[in-house]
């Protein structure tokens, strides 16, 4: 992860950083995909399953995952770049 990533406690946050982490990626359509897909995300079904959340462990634990999902992605285009 990024060194930023121990500092995400809200969904803000966390929607800033994974834009951050785009620009780790290639440049062009692959960066485009998932900037695409994280606004998508962040205005679709997945932010609204969570938006009633209020267990703070939970909330971490979402947070992680995702944290946890955008590592995979940058690590899989690390050496594309």
Known sequence: PLP???LVRSSLQL???LLRCCRHLPPGAVQEH???AIRQVSIGQSFK???DEDDPERIQQIIKRA???ADWVMNKYK???
């Open 4 to 6: 930023e990533a121990e």
């Open 15 to 17: 929607y800033r950083y």
């Open 34 to 36: 998932y900037r695409h």
């Open 49 to 51: 399953v969570h938006a």
């Open 67 to 69: 944290i946890e999902d």
């Open 79 to 81: 050496n594309q770049k």
